[in-house]
Every structure is written in structure tokens, then in C-alpha cells.
């Protein structure tokens, strides 16, 4: 096999041919292609949340941050910002998503000078009165006070945790854990991804054991999220990793901020095997374009619970300079 693996790797062709035979990126593959599909079918009827709208009102916010911000900007997008828009306010897309989408508008129209692209943009554009949902300097920003050495516990005290007391968690301590997730960095802000929840017991055992490294803790599961990325969120191949960057991100913040909570948690593997992904996509009711992250175990530690050491690298590993 190694040496098959060898022979592979020395060109493209044959490592592609050796994909193409193995099959095991057959769900990927039509994951990203349904997720393509699924990216026009949204833009051409937005509901809830559009992928458009998010990247172009993004690109919008980023050009009106700019410190020296040119007089005429996206002017090669504008048009098919402002009519998905207008396709949102018709839809039931979420209100928040409106509201910043108009509030940009708004403030690139006030500030943009008139090019024939942008009068026809402004004459389509019918904003009235905008809001705060706009960019800001970053000196009107609250400072947190927690210092390094804080955090720092925090992290230590964030600890794959597989023993869990056998009680009901709180949701709304979820809750508001998700809405500290939520301000996690994600590219061009899309947020590709949600949090499949279940507080009970025995559904998150049987989910936890559909993974592979859940072998004697799947039972003792109080609460499991399955972080699922959507891929309808993007038109373009080269943007197919995204859902799997932005939803760990957002997990990270969601662990850290349970902690904070009085809730410790498990970040379990979910790997790419055929059997198990399609009985997880059943049992998730998932669509094609969906696929599974990671998950993670959630609950209140037990305190006589073991923890593995887990020797971290130091700085001198981690650091590379580049030369
Ligand atoms: C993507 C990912 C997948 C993981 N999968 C599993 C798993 O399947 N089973 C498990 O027991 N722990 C799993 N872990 C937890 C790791 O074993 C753990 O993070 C690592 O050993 C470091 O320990 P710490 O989290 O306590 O710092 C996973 C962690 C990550 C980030």
C-alpha cells in the first residue's frame, strides 16, 4: 500500500486516479456540487439566511473600513447586491441579516460617488432611514479586562472531559455558550454552519456512537452538538475547506465559553467513512449539502472523572520563522 501510496503522489494524474478508485471522497465530492447546486437555488429565492447578502454586504463593510476608502468601490458587485436585497425583503430571510444589509447599503450609497453602475445600483436601492449596524472605530470598543494569565487558566481548565455527572444540563447555558460561538471569526462573516443539539441522554449516546473514538464514554453522554457545515454557502470549488475552518472556530469558543458556564465538554472526531456518514446524515435528517464537523459531548464534569495529561508542544515546536 505504501508503495502504491508512492507511486501516487509523484503527479496529479495519478494521485486524482487514485481518488477517483478509492471512493472515499465520493460523499465529499457530491457534498460540494450539491452545495453549489443548493448556492444558486438560494440566491435565486433567499430564505432566512443568504449566502450572497453575507459575503457582498461583508465586501461592502470592508471597502467602507478602509482608512484612505476610495470614492468608487464595488462597483462590479453593487447590482447583484442591491436586487438580492430586494429578493430578501420579499423572503422571511432573519431580520438581523436585513437590518445590516440595509444599514451598509445605506452608508456605502451615502458615501460612494455616482458612476453610471452606481446611479442605476442607488435609483434600485430604496434604503430609508439607516441604523447602527455599521462599521465603528475600534477606540468606541469595550476592553475586556480578563489579563493573559486569566485566560491562560481558562485554557488550562478547558480540558477534553469524558466523565460527566448524570444530570440534565441547562440549555440556556447552551444558548448562551452559541451566542458567544457566534462572534467567532468566520470567512467573509458567511457563519456556514449550526449547532444540532440534543439534551437527552440517550440520543446523544446514540450519536456519539455512530463516531469512532467514543469507545467507553459514548454512554455516560448528558448533551451532544453536532457542528454541521453547509456548503450551499459557496459557488466555487476553492472555497470548499471553509466549513470545516469557520465550525472550528466557532466549536473553540463554544468550549471555552461552556467552561465559563460550569460546563466542560468533549470535541469528538467525525470521520469521513461511508457507513457511518450516511447513518449519521439519516439520523440528522441532513441534506447533501450538509456535512458533520466534529462532535462534541457535553456536560458537568465529574470531578473524581479522570483527565489524560495531554503534554502540549512548547512555543520553540510550534514556531517556524519564515525565511
Ligand atoms: C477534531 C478533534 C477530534 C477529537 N476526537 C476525539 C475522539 O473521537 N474521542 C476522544 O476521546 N477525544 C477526541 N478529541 C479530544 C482530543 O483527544 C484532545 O483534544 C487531545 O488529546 C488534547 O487534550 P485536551 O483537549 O484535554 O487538551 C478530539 C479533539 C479534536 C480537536
Known amino acids: 500500500m505504501s508503495l502504491l501510496g508512492d507511486l501516487l503522489h509523484r503527479s496529479r494524474l495519478l494521485s486524482k486516479l487514485g481518488a477517483l478508485f478509492s471512493r472515499s471522497f465520493d460523499r465529499e465530492i457530491q457534498s460540494v456540487a450539491a452545495g453549489q447546486s443548493h448556492y444558486w437555488k438560494r440566491v435565486a429565492s433567499p430564505t432566512q439566511s443568504s449566502p450572497l447578502l453575507r459575503r457582498n454586504i461583508h465586501r461592502l463593510e470592508k471597502g467602507l473600513s478602509m482608512p484612505d476608502g476610495k470614492p468608487v468601490f464595488a462597483e462590479d458587485y453593487i447590482e ?58 475600534r477606540a468606541t470598543v469595550p476592553l475586556s479586562k480578563i489579563s493573559y494569565e486569566e485566560l491562560l487558566i481558562l485554557c488550562q481548565q478547558r480540558r477534553s472531559v469524558r466523565w460527566f455527572k448524570q444530570e440534565p444540563v441547562d440549555v440556556e447555558r447552551i444558548r ?117 464537523i466534529m462532535l462534541v459531548a457535553i456536560g458537568k464534569a465529574d ?17 517556524k520563522p519564515i525565511e
Open 80 to 137: 447583484e447586491t442591491v436586487e438580492q436585497y430586494q429578493k430578501c425583503c420579499e423572503s422571511d430571510l432573519c431580520s438581523n441579516e436585513r437590518q445590516w444589509a440595509k444599514d451598509v447599503l445605506i452608508q456605502y450609497f451615502k458615501k460612494v460617488q455616482d458612476t453610471p453602475v452606481i446611479t442605476t445600483a442607488r435609483a434600485r436601492f430604496q434604503g430609508g432611514e439607516g441604523g447602527n449596524m455599521v462599521p465603528y472605530a
Open 303 to 319: 470531578p473524581s472523572g479522570m483527565i489524560p495529561y495531554s503534554q502540549k508542544k512548547s512555543h520553540q515546536q510550534l514556531m
Open 176 to 292: 448562551r455558550a452559541i451566542d458567544l460561538a457566534s462572534l467567532a471569526p468566520s470567512a467573509c462573516n458567511r457563519q456556514p454552519f449550526q449547532f444540532f443539539i440534543s439534551d437527552k441522554p440517550d440520543v446523544a449516546t446514540d450519536i456519539a456512537r455512530l463516531a469512532m473514538g467514543t469507545k467507553g464514554f459514548a454512554e455516560n453522554i448528558p448533551c451532544l452538538i453536532a457542528v454541521v457545515g453547509d456548503l450551499s454557502y459557496y459557488a466555487e470549488y476553492r472555497d470548499r475547506h471553509i466549513i470545516y475552518i469557520d465550525g472550528s472556530l466557532a466549536a473553540m469558543q463554544l468550549m471555552l465559553a461552556l467552561e465559563t458556564l460550569g460546563l466542560s465538554s468533549c470535541p469528538i472526531n467525525w470521520p469521513d467513512i461511508e457507513k457511518r456518514e450516511a447513518k449519521m446524515a439519516k439520523r440528522l435528517k441532513l441534506a447533501a449539502h450538509q456535512r458533520v
